[in-house]
């Protein structure tokens, strides 16, 4: 059976691609399962930088401008709990709050569901006093129960976290984060070339600052569990990053001894390969993530899980998409601007423009011979060769 030619996008419809050789047209979802090159991802480098960079500035302007919100064990603060009964609301306890200590409550917010349901307000640390009158004043307004139904000031609990404790929080979370990073960076620079382990580690990178921006433009808490989830994500952008460098090593081995394709095509059919692959990794590592955001927070109500999942939710996707649509191009790009593939594909460039001019000039040369070639007239009474004589010449023979 004869092998296909390499297939192109077809020029008229971006949604379709042709066979070389059968000229059949494929549709965008048999290019993504077949992943034979269809998608031009390393030729539109440039549109990807472009989205890059918008996401990069826009998480950077927003932790610039917004910042974080803390949580409390970060921030430091008091944190006061008591049992949500049918009566009692965020709204009401906001009131109570405010009418005894005369401010606003940093956060105030239900979690659980059922029997088992509270509101838990958030503030700035309160003094003994303060923490005794807000005690006594939520008890006088709901007077909530305890375990075994009785009316008791004790089922209204409160925590103080002091400022130092949130310092050394963040110092530990912080360390956690740099040691990640920098076991990733050491270990990516072992297992690839240079060129694949600084385009890996500027995808990291990438990740890291997109979900965080993305995570202070909500103004969700940072909490240690949203820390948990960050560094979880990106050991998932490392993941990523191995298997589609694994095929672009795989497909550019030997590229620089041969002069028909070049490192770049070869890189964006390695992308092409693994693009189905990172789209259903991503996919299935949301649906859990999204089930979590359904179930525990807005049915059960769990304020505590939003935090976990939204960073790993947007910390997926954007992993998905740097690996495919960043890391790649990076690597092309680095690899383009100096050494031996620099010259490699010049060199292949420049055979296929002197092949391409030299069809152009035998194909003009053979059309003007065709052109100033002599007609000659054929005499009317001769008769055209292989003719058959006629009946009047074989009459005369006889």
Do not use: C
């Amino acid at each position: 059976m004869a092998k296909s030619a390499p297939i192109a996008v077809d020029p008229d419809n971006e949604l379709d691609y042709e066979d070389g050789v059968s000229g059949k047209k494929h549709s965008l979802f048999e290019r993504l399962y077949t992943g034979t090159g269809g998608f031009e991802i390393v030729g539109k480098r440039k549109v990807y930088y472009g989205i890059a960079a918008v996401l990069i500035a826009i998480a950077a302007l927003s932790m610039g401008l917004k910042g974080f919100t803390l949580g409390i064990d970060f921030a430091g603060g008091s944190r006061i709990q008591l049992p949500a009964a049918a009566d009692v609301t965020t709204s009401k306890v906001d009131e109570v709050y405010r009418a005894t200590l005369h401010h606003d409550p940093v956060t105030t917010q239900k979690a659980g569901s059922g029997s088992s349901a509270t509101i838990q307000i958030r503030s700035d640390s309160l003094s003994t006093e303060d923490a005794d009158k807000l005690q006594t004043a939520l008890f006088d307004a709901f007077h909530p129960k305890n375990s075994s139904g009785q009316a008791d000031r004790n089922a209204i609990s409160i925590a103080q976290i002091s400022e130092t404790w949130g310092g050394q929080v963040t110092h530990k979370a912080l360390l956690a984060l740099v040691v990640f990073v920098v076991l990733t960076m050491i270990y990516i620079a072992i297992r690839f070339e240079r060129d694949m382990s600084i385009a890996a580690i500027g995808s990291l990178f990438f990740n890291l600052v997109v979900t965080a921006g993305i995570y202070s433009l909500v103004g969700f808490e940072v909490t240690p569990a949203a820390v948990i989830g960050l560094l979880t994500i990106l050991g998932y952008v490392l993941y990523d990053n191995v298997v589609v460098f694994d095929k672009v090593e795989e497909n550019t081995r030997g590229v620089l001894h041969l002069t028909k394709h070049t490192y770049a095509e070869k890189a964006n059919l390695a992308a092409n390969q693994t693009l189905m692959r990172s789209i259903n990794t991503t996919v299935i590592g949301i649906l859990p993530i999204i089930g979590m955001l359904v179930i525990a927070v807005w049915l059960l109500g769990v304020g505590t899980l939003k935090d976990l999942a939204l960073v790993q939710l947007v910390g997926m996707i954007v992993g998905g998409y740097s690996s495919i649509f960043f890391a790649v191009p990076v690597l092309v790009s680095i690899k383009e601007r100096w050494g031996p593939v620099a010259a490699h594909t010049k060199k292949v460039l420049a055979k296929r423009s002197g092949a391409g001019k030299a069809r152009v000039g035998a194909a003009a040369a053979a059309r003007a011979g065709s052109a100033s070639r002599p007609v000659e007239p054929m005499s009317s009474g001769a008769p055209r060769p292989g003719a058959r004589p006629s009946g009047k010449r074989q009459k005369r023979r006889h």
